[in-house]
């Protein structure tokens, strides 16, 4: 089933959630800022994978259970949601699930490997695979849909970022057979057999577009769409292989009215189509500064990012400056969401997000003014 049919739309729940003013999510600097809707008195900060392996109580809660099993308990998903909003107070929590979740849900035999990622029993290389790939029903993910109502009652204030895999790198993962260095077989599927491709991604797509409505009308406050991979791709190809896809996945969300995010890593060079295929908020790596790369996307995106995750070990005052120096950059984006350029490694230092934290919600909007009247004497903005 499409998400557009009418069937997904009668569980959407989450109107009130939108309201601009009270305690509910609405109020957000993080909802804010994705709408251009700044923000004298923060930058709102998230870390990618806040919610897993650094923490030790998520170490200890998630000890002995598979990883795809986690997902499915909703008291355990719920917990495992909270840990970083109460560790570190960020201002928004991100589902704790996994872009393949919603395959297994539709019945792909597949697993995450403890330190590899996720592999496929059978690889899709033919016609024939896309028997195994039905949409992704309402009733798939009852577990979702309770954990996320769950959270949102135990969240208040703070809003619940929900998300998917994007069609490329979805379709990486099932076309390689699992985590891949140069996408061989994926490449070689889209440019030889684009018919194929395309099949593949839209029925990636509705699953995608599924697995966000089920979570916004669960009470999700924002989406984020994960093309992790897509940095490997030429301009040209993704425009022609890729962005098509990801734009059907965030058009099919856009009547939710919620804030799309569209992250990919070493992505500089397709920035402006990642915005230009449907998002609010465009994540930006480390690569670029944020001020080059919200040029690049153009005037009417929010941006997030971009601190080094490599960075997290370097000490203290030198991180602290590149904090400093990301919301700087940021400033010259008519929103920035502050976050890292990509996940948060399992051996970061809990202790060093939580100063992050701390310095990004108390200088954060100091900086950003700051930054923003040099740049007004430069340029009128
Ligand atoms: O961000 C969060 O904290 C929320 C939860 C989340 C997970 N995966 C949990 C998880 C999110 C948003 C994801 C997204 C995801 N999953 C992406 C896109 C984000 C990115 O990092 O680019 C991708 C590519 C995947 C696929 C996947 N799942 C990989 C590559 C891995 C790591 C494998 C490994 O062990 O090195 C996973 C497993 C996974 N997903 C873990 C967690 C907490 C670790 C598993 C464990 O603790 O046993």
Same mark, same amino acid.
């Given at each position: 089933?499409?998400?557009?049919?009418?069937?997904?739309?009668?569980?959407?729940?989450?109107?009130?959630?939108?309201? *601009?003013?009270?305690?509910?999510?609405? $109020?957000?600097?993080?909802?804010?800022?994705?709408?251009?809707?700044?923000?004298?008195?923060?930058?709102?900060?998230?870390?990618?994978?806040?919610?897993?392996?650094?923490?030790?109580?998520?170490?200890?809660?998630?000890?002995?259970?598979?990883?795809?099993?986690?997902?499915?308990? *909703?008291?355990?998903?719920?917990? &495992?949601?909270?840990?970083?909003?109460?560790?570190?107070?960020?201002?928004?929590?991100?589902?704790?699930?996994?872009?393949?979740?919603?395959?297994?849900?539709?019945?792909?035999?597949?697993? &995450?490997?403890?330190?590899?990622?996720?592999?496929?029993?059978?690889?899709?290389?033919?016609?024939?695979?896309?028997?195994?790939?039905?949409?992704?029903?309402?009733?798939?993910?009852?577990?979702?849909?309770?954990?996320?109502?769950?959270?949102?009652?135990?969240? #208040?204030?703070?809003?619940?970022?929900?998300?998917?895999?994007?069609?490329?790198?979805?379709?990486?993962?099932?076309?390689?057979?699992?985590?891949?260095?140069?996408?061989?077989?994926?490449?070689?599927?889209?440019?030889?057999?684009? /018919?194929?491709?395309?099949?593949?991604?839209?029925?990636?797509?509705?699953?995608?577009?599924?697995?966000?409505?089920?979570?916004?009308?669960?009470?999700?406050?924002?989406?984020?769409?994960?093309?992790?991979?897509?940095?490997?791709?030429?301009?040209?190809?993704?425009?022609?292989?890729? /962005?098509?896809?990801?734009?059907?996945?965030?058009? @099919?969300?856009?009547?939710?009215?919620?804030?799309?995010?569209?992250?990919?890593?070493?992505?500089?060079?397709?920035?402006?189509?990642?915005?230009?295929?449907?998002?609010?908020?465009?994540?930006?790596?480390?690569?670029?500064?944020?001020?080059?790369?919200?040029?690049?996307?153009?005037?009417?995106?929010?941006? /997030?990012?971009?601190?080094?995750?490599?960075?997290?070990? $370097?000490?203290?005052?030198?991180?602290?400056? @590149?904090?400093?120096?990301?919301?700087?950059?940021?400033?010259?984006? *008519?929103?920035?969401?502050?976050?890292?350029?990509?996940?948060?490694?399992?051996?970061?230092?809990?202790?060093?997000?939580?100063?992050?934290?701390?310095?990004?919600?108390?200088?954060?909007?100091?900086?950003? #003014?700051?930054?923003?009247?040099?740049?007004?004497?430069?340029?009128?903005?």
């Amino acid at each position: 089933m499409a998400p557009s049919d009418p069937s997904w739309q009668q569980t959407e729940t989450r109107v009130e959630t939108a309201s *601009p003013s009270g305690s509910g999510p609405g $109020a957000s600097v993080f909802l804010a800022a994705c709408r251009l809707d700044h923000l004298d008195e923060r930058v709102p900060v998230w870390f990618m994978r806040q919610a897993g392996r650094s923490l030790p109580e998520y170490r200890a809660v998630r000890d002995g259970i598979p990883m795809l099993t986690s997902c499915t308990q *909703p008291d355990l998903v719920t917990e &495992i949601t909270l840990q970083p909003v109460r560790r570190y107070g960020v201002d928004a929590a991100i589902f704790y699930s996994d872009i393949m979740v919603p395959l297994k849900a539709v019945g792909v035999d597949l697993d &995450i490997v403890p330190g590899v990622g996720p592999v496929i029993a059978q690889p899709f290389r033919t016609a024939a695979d896309l028997d195994r790939l039905r949409a992704l029903e309402p009733g798939d993910v009852p577990y979702v849909t309770e954990a996320v109502s769950h959270l949102v009652t135990e969240l #208040g204030p703070v809003p619940l970022i929900g998300f998917a895999g994007a069609p490329f790198t979805l379709a990486s993962y099932l076309v390689e057979g699992g985590p891949s260095k140069d996408y061989a077989r994926t490449k070689s599927m889209m440019v030889s057999e684009p /018919q194929l491709w395309h099949r593949l991604c839209s029925r990636l797509a509705e699953i995608s577009a599924g697995f966000l409505w089920a979570q916004v009308a669960a009470g999700a406050s924002a989406v984020q769409l994960f093309d992790s991979w897509a940095g490997s791709l030429s301009a040209a190809d993704y425009g022609q292989f890729v /962005q098509p896809h990801s734009a059907a996945v965030l058009e @099919r969300v856009g009547d939710l009215e919620v804030p799309r995010i569209h992250f990919g890593v070493g992505t500089s060079e397709l920035l402006a189509q990642m915005g230009a295929a449907g998002a609010d908020v465009v994540g930006v790596d480390w690569r670029l500064p944020l001020a080059e790369a919200s040029r690049r996307i153009g005037p009417t995106y929010a941006v /997030q990012g971009n601190l080094d995750p490599a960075l997290l070990s $370097a000490p203290w005052p030198v991180l602290a400056e @590149r904090v400093r120096e990301v919301l700087r950059s940021g400033a010259a984006a *008519p929103g920035h969401v502050f976050n890292l350029g990509h996940g948060v490694p399992p051996t970061a230092d809990p202790e060093v997000l939580g100063r992050i934290v701390s310095l990004v919600q108390s200088e954060g909007a100091t900086l950003r #003014g700051e930054a923003r009247l040099l740049l007004e004497e430069a340029v009128p903005l």
